[in-house]
C-alpha cells in the first residue's frame, strides 16, 4: 500500500523536507506533459491555463496512487 502523503525519501539524512509522493508524481506527469509539444487541450484565458494543468497533473498522481494501490489479481 502506497500513501501519497509519504515521502519520497523517508530516510533522508537532509535537514529540509523532501517532497511526497503525490507532489512528485504530479511534478512527473507535469514535466511529461509540458515536454510534449503536442499537447496543448487548453486555451489560455486569464490564466486558467496555468490553473487547468496544475489540478490536472494532480489528477494523475491520484490516479496512479489509486492504481498502485489495487490488489494485484493472480
Avoid at 519520497?8 to 507532489?23: A, G, I, N, W
Avoid at 503536442?38 to 494532480?58: A, F, K, M
Wanted: aromatic letters at 8%; charged letters at 25%.
Amino acid at each position: 500500500m502506497t500513501n501519497g502523503n509519504d515521502k519520497v525519501y523517508p530516510t533522508s539524512d537532509c535537514s529540509q523536507d523532501t517532497l511526497t509522493k503525490r507532489e512528485l508524481f504530479a511534478a512527473m506527469a507535469m514535466q511529461g506533459l509540458l515536454s510534449d509539444n503536442d499537447y496543448s487541450p487548453y486555451t489560455l484565458r486569464n490564466g486558467d491555463y496555468i490553473n487547468t494543468l496544475g489540478e490536472q497533473c494532480v489528477k494523475y498522481a491520484d490516479a496512479l496512487i489509486a492504481e498502485l494501490n489495487k490488489e494485484v489479481q493472480s
